[in-house]
């Protein structure tokens, strides 16, 4: 796709969300929904987000997309009343942004949602590179109400390094591991392995919750 057909996709936002529900295995209900953007363009949207990462635009189709996410929850959330979380996902690049907190706040005020209904997730095998530049920005949102999740958790070899550093107030594990985990005697006894590691970390942050 050429750079004038990206500039039309983020100028004239021609993207939309879909949010799929995130579930409580315990009680079998949603305890929020996960915005994924979606456009006739592309189909895949992830790239159109590398596509987009070379070019001068990268933040501003971020944020546009958090924008509409946010606001088109904002009104799902009004005309249904149940004040569930919206998870959206940002690109550590972005979220590293000086101008990020400051502009998501702004989108926040436009709506009737709390900053502790809003999960930022982040991939965790792009952050770890320089979990110590990320962990500034991540607190800063977390000072301010924003939850954090860490996506992909057991994919990259320092999972637990970005939960130590970043306490996240949730983890998701990676999608390999969910897939036919009740027929896997491998996955479970791995699954189980990682979750006592996790237990020792909750000494540190009482607040993590996993999430497949």
């Known amino acids: 796709m050429s750079i004038a057909k990206i500039n039309d996709l983020i100028v004239n936002e021609k993207f939309e969300h879909h949010f799929q529900a995130l579930y409580d295995l315990n009680t079998l209900t949603p305890i929020g929904y996960e915005a994924l953007l979606r456009t006739d363009l592309f189909t895949n949207p992830e790239i159109l987000f590398e596509k987009a990462s070379h070019t001068n635009r990268f933040f501003e189709l971020e944020m546009r997309s958090i924008k509409k996410a946010l606001h088109s929850f904002d009104t799902i959330n009004r005309c249904t009343y149940n004040n569930k979380n919206i998870l959206i996902n940002v690109f550590p690049t972005n979220l590293a942004d000086p101008d990020f907190l400051g502009k ?99 000494f540190w942050n009482t607040s993590t919750r996993i999430v497949p």
Do not use: C, W
């Open 104 to 202: 998501l706040n702004k989108i926040l005020g436009e709506t009737t949602l709390a900053a502790n209904q809003v999960m930022i997730e982040i991939n965790e095998s792009e952050i770890i590179q320089n979990v110590d530049y990320f962990s500034t920005t991540v607190h800063e949102l977390q000072e301010e109400g924003y939850l954090i999740a860490i996506d992909d958790v057991g994919k990259g070899v320092s999972s637990l390094q970005a939960i130590v550093e970043l306490q996240p107030d949730f983890v998701k594990m990676d999608q390999y591991f969910a897939k036919h985990l009740a027929r896997s005697s491998r996955k479970q006894e791995t699954v189980l392995l990682f979750f006592r590691l996790l237990f020792i970390l909750f």
